[in-house]
């Protein structure tokens, strides 16, 4: 790809006026940016960014990273703008609550400014691809939430973007905030997650690395005023120990052992871990399955927030304006992404909510758990990726089509390649591509590694859903 001008780095460095995020910054830990060069990444990466639109079958890709997963609506207006004018009028929504642009022509620094003009820009060129840290949709409106979890991110997110060590991390090393909330994905793998917990009635913050706190127990705890002393004492820690090969976490894991890492952290910290029975023994609690799609209440009553699937993750620039509109007509003014491949509109009137569904179907998103289409995962496929076998979203559609004239609606996931580039985490069915629309597929399985057990091989589309269909009906006689 082709670097960014020098005008493109001067937006970043000029103060901007585009709307507040609900998230804001925090104090910076290091001198201001303007004394020091831009840091140059030690961990270079074929991912895109905002920055660095990398090539597809299709044409190029742009990835936005949204803090928090949020975006108001006129930065939404300005991603349809810069689609329709600059690529091929798709956008995703990714599996990690941000956006990407794809089919973008050959006029890179028109679409980059046009980002950048609507805040959607990093502080610092060199910070654009570490910003990676994943909230629920939620995030300070959550029933269920121990703590409001968006101070806490913004100081995390102000520590990416201005430390300028961690400009090195890789594209693809993640963090995630659990605060307790009953709509938050807690399955996905981090190279560093926290998970609120309550213990004799204080909120403290359990961590574990290489992982997720669905799957896995905290390794310790801390205090939530330690919280942001943690992450950048667990960051520092990770590079000054980490080969340039090891990119992730789990990488240096498989040289250090674990409780030497919790060592040489203990160390750093200015207050105690935390690690008694009470700690590595809690389990977080799982949440409602579907939750993000329909109505969800917020804590506050009277306002609900309002969520729909986008199809196979594919929104059009006038699937995207609706929403926006919406959210100004109904909602806050913003849309929050999920990792679901979903948008929710935040306070919304409880008295509206039918209104507010009325308007996202109405605008082409999914918005009943019982549609087939809303469970389906599908990643680019043939149609855009050399690496893929078969057109997985196509393949989808029709898979769709079938379960549902048969009443069926489970989670699927569809994959080009051994990749898996649209699931952050095994699906409890995954079609893998062997061929033009031929698959193997394999249901979830605990004690099975990779993509689970294997229940077919080179099956057609039509095959599949006749298998899935019986074990369905199967599982419901039983």
């Known amino acids: 790809m082709r670097p960014a001008k020098a005008g493109i780095i001067r ?24 004394a020091r060069p831009p840091a140059t990444p030690l961990r270079p990466s074929a991912c895109p960014g905002l920055l660095r639109i990398v090539p ?95 101070p806490l ?37 981090h190279d560093l997650w926290l998970s609120a917990m309550d213990v004799d009635g204080e909120t403290l913050l359990g961590f574990g690395l290489a992982g997720c706190p669905a799957n896995d127990p905290p390794l310790a705890a801390v205090t939530l005023d330690s919280g942001l002393d943690l ?30 890492f919790l060592e040489l952290l203990s160390e750093r910290l200015t207050t105690s871990l935390r ?9 977080r609690s799982p949440i409602r399955t579907n939750a993000h799609i329909g109505a969800y209440p917020q804590a506050l009553s009277g306002l609900t927030c309002v969520g729909g ?41 409880t008295a509206r ?3 507010a569904l009325d308007g996202l179907r109405a605008a082409g998103l999914l918005c009943d758990a019982d549609q087939a289409l809303s469970q389906m995962i599908a990643c680019t496929g043939s149609a855009a990726c050399g690496k893929g076998l078969a057109d997985t979203k196509s393949d989808a559609l029709q898979l769709a089509a ?22 952050a985490h095994v699906a409890p069915v995954t079609l893998l591509a062997v061929s033009a629309g031929h698959y193997d597929l394999y249901f979830h399985h605990a004690d099975r590694p990779g993509f689970g057990e294997l229940r077919g091989r080179d099956l057609t589309i039509e095959a599949v859903g006749a298998l899935l269909t019986t074990d369905s009906r199967s599982n419901t006689d039983d």
């Open 153 to 189: 991110a913004a100081q995390i997110l102000h520590s990416l973007e201005t430390h300028p060590r961690f400009h090195e991390l890789s594209p693809k090393f993640a963090l995630s905030l659990d605060a307790g909330e009953g709509l938050v994905m807690l399955e996905h793998p």
């Open 56 to 150: 597809a079958l299709d044409g190029g890709i742009c990835r936005i990273k949204l803090a928090g997963g949020v975006i108001s609506a006129d930065q939404a207006f300005a991603v349809a703008d810069a689609a329709q004018r600059f690529a091929g009028g798709v956008i995703e929504a990714t599996n990690r609550g941000n956006l990407q642009i794809r089919g973008i022509g050959a006029d890179h620094d028109a679409l980059i400014a046009t980002l950048l003009d609507a805040g959607l820009g990093p502080k610092n060129p060199a910070s654009d691809d570490v910003r990676n840290l994943m909230l629920s949709p939620t995030a300070g409106l959550d029933p269920q939430q121990l703590f409001d979890a968006r």
């Open 402 to 423: 079938y379960l549902q004239r048969e009443g069926v609606s489970q989670m699927i996931h569809l994959s080009g390649c051994t990749r898996s580039c649209a699931a």
């Open 11 to 34: 937006r970043l460095q000029t103060p901007r006026s585009a709307l507040p995020s609900p998230i804001t910054s925090g104090d910076p830990l290091t001198e201001p940016l303007s």
């Open 353 to 355: 909510s039918a209104d």
């Open 309 to 349: 699937v986008v199809p196979l993750g594919r929104l059009t620039p006038s699937m995207l304006r609706k929403a926006a509109v919406l959210s100004v007509e109904l909602g806050d003014g913003a849309l929050a992404m999920t990792p679901w491949q979903s948008l929710i509109l935040r306070n919304v009137a």
């Open 275 to 283: 690690t008694g029975k009470e700690i590595t023994s809690w389990r």
């Open 231 to 260: 992450v950048v004492a667990m960051l520092e820690l990770f590079l000054e120990h980490a080969r340039p090969e090891q990119t992730r976490m789990r990488h240096l894991l498989e040289d250090m052992p674990v409780t030497r």
